[in-house]
């Protein structure tokens, strides 16, 4: 069984700075894409960033220039740096990954539980 676990979501002043980790855990044959979604209250969840296999990186327009995704293959960990938070960057964010579990498996779209983002003024 495969699972995403989020960490380091929290409260921060605008400006400033956070760093999201997401590790993938379990039965875990190969992992391609791996990415940060976000969802705001009463907002549909969006794509924030996403980085393939091979370090290919793609950004909301939103973010870019103030947020850089990364991963470390050899731990199944994607990372999303978050610098001049503003207020708007409020949501709770989730990790994303297509996984292929087995050999023998196709590969599967996998989802964290999320963790919050609070940006204050």
């Known amino acids: 069984q495969v699972q995403l676990v989020e960490s380091g979501g929290g409260l921060v002043q605008a400006g400033g700075s956070l760093r999201l980790s997401c590790a993938a855990s379990?039965?875990?044959?190969?992992?391609?894409?791996m990415g940060w979604y976000r969802q705001a209250p009463g907002k549909q969840r969006e794509l924030v960033a996403a980085?393939?296999?091979?370090?290919?990186?793609n950004y909301a327009d939103s973010v870019k220039g103030r947020f850089t995704i990364s991963r470390d293959n050899a731990k199944n960990t994607v990372y999303l740096q978050m610098n001049s938070l503003k207020l708007e960057d409020t949501a709770v964010y989730y990790c994303?990954?297509?996984?292929?579990?087995?050999?023998?498996?196709?590969?599967?779209?996998?989802w964290g539980r999320g963790t919050q983002v609070t940006v204050s003024s």
């Open positions: 994303n990954a297509i996984i292929r579990p087995t050999t023998v498996a196709v590969s599967q779209n996998y």
């Open positions: 379990g039965s875990i044959f190969s992992i391609n894409d």
């Open positions: 980085i393939s296999r091979g370090g290919s990186t």
